[in-house]
């Protein structure tokens, strides 16, 4: 039985292309920024999606096993509850991004795709970005397309996942 896991993600991942955006300043607080940590933390999850699907097909898990297929997607600028919490519904701001700003059912569209049309298994999509809506995306930072960054990221995460949980001994693929 075909599974998947769809990781969200947000074109704000693009600012690792302009700053020191590398996991290892993740928690510095010289480096920080709300903003510039929201986007490290969007490419993180591309670079560990990237790696899931690597190591996966590595270990032969499409091949041996139940099909697998690992995506990440970008719902878009979506109207979610923080939004309101700086605009009023109603308003002449609210009105104007909303231009801009879809809502939550729309930015849930790209997601839905890939979790459950038939298109990405009958394609094999796996390890792919996908964009609203559901149109493959072009990961446009040499940071996020990284395998050597990808298997730095899954290293610290699982660095960091040992330091807060003692007997964890890796996630074994």
């Known amino acids: 039985m075909p ?8 074109s704000l991942y693009t600012v690792t292309k302009f700053f020191n955006t ?13 903003v510039l940590q929201y986007g490290r933390t969007k ?8 790696e899931l699907d690597r190591r996966l097909r590595a270990k ?12 990440t997607n970008d719902p878009g600028a979506v109207k979610t509850q923080p939004y309101y919490t700086h605009i ?17 059912d729309e930015g849930a569209l790209t997601h839905l ?39 730095k990221a899954w290293s610290t995460v699982e660095k960091l996942i040992k330091e807060k949980v003692p007997d964890y001994s890796g996630a074994g693929i």
């Open 3 to 10: 599974s998947r896991i769809v990781n969200i993600s947000s």
């Open 22 to 34: 590398s996991i290892e300043k993740m928690n510095d607080e010289d480096y920080y920024n709300t």
């Open 43 to 50: 490419a993180i999850v591309m670079l560990l999606s990237s």
């Open 60 to 71: 032969g898990v499409n091949y041996l096993y139940a099909k697998l297929y690992v995506n």
């Open 88 to 104: 009023n519904k109603g308003s002449i701001m609210d009105k104007l991004i909303s231009l801009i700003f879809v809502s939550v």
């Open 113 to 151: 795709y890939l979790a459950t049309s038939p298109e990405v298994e009958e394609q094999s999509i796996h390890g792919e970005y996908y964009t609203p809506i559901a149109k493959r995306g072009k990961a446009s930072s040499s940071y996020t397309k990284s395998e050597k960054e990808a298997k």
